[in-house]
Structures are given as structure tokens and as C-alpha cells.
């Protein structure tokens, strides 16, 4: 199943320069898109979202990017921090409006920011 | 900010035993979730929680996995008889509504020997 794909497995990228992670999609019903950040032995924490109606949410450093006729997004992170380094996920769900909606998952980039 | 627990944080067990891994979701949230990921693998989804019943399972989530939120706060996710497979981290989540952002607990490492 690979309705979600993070085609980078690490990205590595030096203090203050963008940091740009990937993610593609194959599913159209899916119309909310989020990326999360994960530490090892954490949980996953949430960092940005975009509903399929936008095809741009900006959050201080973070943005994100949604192209739907690509079925691709995108996170831009601007300058990049080392405290930014992390997996992050990007994640999607069909259908919310209509109840408790499963997230999918791809396989996570692991962010290396260099000082 | 209010945050999701989880516990044990690590739970080891025998092959065949019943785990039960807890979590005390953010108050007044409404929709639960339990998501695994095992080692080196995507997190996937197992099972979503609304109104006291299951609303979606997962294939992963068979006759042996069962979910509760038995005094209306503890969200629990039992294993009856646990098999190798089943090591993995456990994660739960919850959202106030359906729109809305899923929140993780830290989660339960699960190994089974």
C-alpha cells in the first residue's frame, strides 16, 4: 500500500539554507494533508497542515506547499534550524467531514540540518 | 498545552500473553485512534474510536486486538495472545473532531519474545 510516498529517505542540508521534503500522493480522495515531526522515542508532533480547497499554508518558518493536479506537496522549512533535525511524515485523510477519518502515512525523510 | 500519555512507556512480554497499553487523551476530545509502527516501517493505522464503537479497522486489527474507553477517559488497546509480529511502537491519538488535527501520545514500545 503506497497511497503516500517519501521518495528521500534523508535529507541533509546546512543551518540557515531551506530545507524542501517531498511527498506524493496516488489517492484523489484524499483532501487533508498534514506533516508531523518525530524524535526518537517520541510520538509524532504536529507541525502544519493544508485542506485541498489551498494550495499554500504558511506557518513562521514552515510552509507547505499543495499541488494537486501533480497529487504532490511539499514542505519548505526557512532558515533551517539544528533543532529541526527529525523524521517528518507527511500524512492524509479522505473524507473528515463524514466522521473519524484514518491518517496514512508515508515513509518519513530524516532531516539532517548541519551547522 | 494540554498532551496525550501513554502507558507503560516499554512493555515486554512472553509470546502467546495479553497486553493492554493505555492512553489518557487530551479532555473533551472526542475521536480516538491506535496506530503502530513497527521498526523501520511507516506508522499505519489500526483502529479508530467515536461514540463508544469502533468506526474503522484497520486488516492489521483481527479478533486478537480489541479497544475501550472503559470510565470515559483511559483509551485502551488490549492484545489477547500476543505473537512476535506484534512488537512494535503503539501510538495514540486523538482530535476534538473529525476536521480536525490528530494529536499523538509518545507511545508504548511493545516487545514480544
Known amino acids: 500500500d503506497q497511497q503516500v510516498k517519501q521518495n528521500s529517505p534523508s535529507l541533509s542540508v546546512q543551518e540557515g539554507r531551506i530545507s524542501i521534503l517531498n511527498c506524493d500522493y496516488t489517492?484523489?480522495?484524499?483532501?487533508?494533508f498534514l506533516w508531523y515531526k518525530k524524535y526518537p522515542a517520541e510520538g509524532p508532533t504536529f507541525l502544519i497542515s493544508?485542506?485541498?480547497?489551498?494550495d499554500k499554508n504558511e506557518d513562521g518558518r514552515f510552509t507547505v506547499f499543495l499541488n494537486k493536479s501533480a497529487k504532490h506537496l511539499s514542505l519548505h522549512i526557512v532558515p533551517s534550524q539544528p533543532g529541526d533535525s527529525a523524521v517528518y511524515f507527511c500524512a492524509a485523510s479522505a473524507g473528515a467531514i463524514q466522521g473519524a477519518q484514518k491518517l496514512v502515512f508515508g515513509q518519513g525523510t530524516r532531516l539532517t540540518i548541519n551547522p | 498545552e494540554p498532551e496525550v500519555t501513554q502507558t507503560p512507556s516499554h512493555q515486554v512480554t512472553q509470546m502467546g500473553q495479553e497486553v493492554i497499553l493505555r492512553c489518557v487523551p487530551i479532555s473533551n476530545h472526542l475521536y480516538f485512534y491506535w496506530y503502530r509502527q513497527i521498526l523501520g516501517q511507516k506508522v499505519e493505522f489500526l483502529v479508530s474510536f467515536y461514540n463508544n464503537e469502533i468506526s474503522e479497522k484497520s486488516e492489521i486489527f483481527d479478533d486478537q486486538f480489541s479497544v475501550e474507553r472503559p470510565d470515559g477517559s483511559n483509551f485502551t488497546l488490549k492484545i489477547r495472545s500476543t505473537k512476535l509480529e506484534d512488537s512494535a511502537m503503539y501510538f495514540c491519538?486523538?482530535?476534538?473532531?473529525?476536521?480536525?488535527?490528530?494529536?499523538f501520545g509518545p507511545g508504548t514500545r511493545l516487545t514480544v519474545l
Open positions: 493544508i485542506s485541498s480547497i489551498k
Open positions: 489517492n484523489s480522495m484524499f483532501d487533508y
Open positions: 491519538a486523538n482530535q476534538l473532531r473529525a476536521t480536525d488535527t490528530q494529536y
